[in-house]
């Protein structure tokens, strides 16, 4: 054991004393021209999830979830894209939470994708809105029970005394639950909506001359432009 905590603590200090500066890596894989990015970003947003999805990226519906709250400072968290409807991203989550907070006084958001095995990221930025409860109830339907289950009891960035209380709870509610049908979407959970003014394809290239095409909704039309790196 005293071998196993020497090598620890040896390994523990390379890692600290390591020059962060130094570490970087050369972007080959792929390119990106305006004549591919099209004349509309969703398509091609869509095309490029399709990629990732089909080359077996972890998590390629992950995204960065950015909101400002009342006081203007941001937050980010890690969320999943649960679809996309004509122009619009959405994601599910707990009205009550942290981000519903945020998003109640003031309904804008930054979404970011980071693909790193295909070296592509893509950051879009707009305004966010609760979808219809009807939708709403129609995505919860979908889920897991357990995932229901676990909306319905959990008071989402409410501090808690313990796992224990969280897991009482979830063991009270299954225990009530009659039928799958009875599993009702709780009022405070359900579906948002952002809807994109700027969408931005970024793809890694050699010598750091990253490739950025820019998208901005103006007068009902999308723009494009690039970017320098």
Not at 3 to 28: D, F, G, H, P, W
Not at 107 to 114: I, M
Not at 140 to 168: C, D, H, K, W
Request: proline share 6%.
């Amino acid at each position: 054991m005293p071998n196993l905590i020497t090598a620890l603590s040896v390994i523990c200090n390379q890692v600290i004393t390591m020059n962060l500066s130094e570490i970087r890596k050369n972007y080959l894989i792929h390119q990106l021209n305006e004549e591919e990015a099209g004349a509309d970003p969703i398509p091609f947003f869509l095309k490029w999830l399709a990629q990732a999805i089909e080359s077996e990226v972890p998590e390629p519906t992950a995204m960065i979830l950015s909101t400002i709250s009342a006081s203007y400072k941001p937050s980010s968290r890690v969320v999943l894209l649960k679809g996309v409807e004509g122009s619009e991203f959405r994601f599910f989550t707990n009205y009550n939470s942290a981000k519903g907070a945020d998003i109640s006084k003031n309904p804008v958001g930054a979404l970011l994708f980071f693909w790193k095995e295909l070296e592509r990221q893509v950051r879009i930025e707009g305004d966010i809105e609760k979808i219809s409860p009807e939708e709403s109830d129609a995505y919860f339907n979908t889920r897991p029970i357990e995932s229901r289950i676990g909306a319905i009891i959990s008071p989402q960035s409410m501090v808690v005394e313990n796992r224990a209380y969280l897991e009482n709870l979830f063991t009270i509610q299954s225990e009530l639950i009659k039928s799958e049908a009875t599993l009702k979407r709780p009022q405070h959970w359900g579906g948002y909506a952002l809807k994109p003014e700027l969408i931005e394809f970024w793809q890694g290239r050699a010598s750091r001359l990253h490739d950025r095409i820019r998208f901005k909704w103006v007068n009902n039309n999308w723009i494009k432009e690039r970017l320098a790196p």
